[in-house]
């Protein structure tokens, strides 16, 4: 298990954050600072699947609550967990053992602390801000690849969801990537969700690899792509790109 330690990582999420805010970006939503600690894993025997969930007050989160779940889907006794503000402030983690696979989900669904997901919990949020915003923007890296799946739930019927690779880098290296709205797929039984009417949001991470670490940061809803956020957002990345590289630590 691998996990990255950032002494300056406050300083540089603060700096694209304040590059995204110097641009005509004034509708974007933050769906998750990623400030608010917190730590869910199994580990230990027994072995084989386990289960953990745990939900938590977050200020900066959308629906001002955070909930997670963690599962464990190797035979062995390793530990699967994520973390979210322990690397740094400003980051998600998803971390495994050696030769240990499973899962990891975080829910935005408002707050009802409960490990059911509540698909109207939000109450009908309108993402898109009056149809100023078209997708979604993250930050994301892998040492052994894998992926993230984004899930949006207008209510219990309508359901849209897209897939978000994330390449293998022994590096750590945070790369950027936009979602579009139009590329998710519908996959509720009465059809895809309006994202100007969400009632829940969540996101899997999917470890793929026995040992697979994944950290996701900066998850925003933001207006169509123009070109001068994007240099700003496109320096932010490699200040903390460069930044990773030179404070990296592993465990």
Not at 137 to 162: C, F, N
């Amino acid at each position: 298990m691998k996990t990255i330690c950032l002494s300056s990582l406050r300083m540089a999420t603060t700096g694209v954050l304040l590059l995204l805010a110097g641009h005509p970006l004034h509708s974007a939503v933050l769906i998750d600072g990623f400030t608010t600690y917190q730590n869910v894993s199994v580990s230990g025997p027994p072995p084989g699947f386990q289960f953990a969930f745990a939900s938590i007050a977050a200020a900066n989160a959308l629906g001002g609550e955070r909930d997670v779940y963690v599962e464990r889907t190797s035979a062995n006794s390793g530990t699967v967990a994520v973390e979210v503000a322990g690397a740094g402030s400003g980051i998600a983690s998803y971390n495994s053992g050696i030769r240990t696979t499973g899962n990891g989900l975080i829910v935005w669904d408002g707050v009802d602390g409960n490990a059911v997901i509540a698909p109207t919990g939000l109450g009908g949020f309108d993402l898109t801000q009056n149809g100023a915003n078209t997708a979604f923007r993250l930050s994301r890296t892998s040492d052994l690849g894998g992926s993230l799946k984004i899930t949006v739930y207008q209510d219990a019927t309508h359901v849209s969801e897209a897939t978000v690779a994330v390449p293998a880098d022994p590096s750590f290296t945070f790369a950027l990537v936009d979602v579009p709205f139009l590329s998710f797929i519908p996959v509720g039984p009465s059809g895809g969700a309006n994202f100007a009417s969400i009632g829940a949001l969540s996101m899997l991470f999917d470890g793929g690899s026995a040992g697979a670490d994944m950290g996701v940061e900066l998850f925003v809803a933001v207006p169509e792509v123009t070109a001068w956020p994007v240099a700003g957002l496109l320096l932010g990345a490699v200040v903390l790109g460069a930044l990773r590289r030179r404070f990296r630590a592993f465990a």
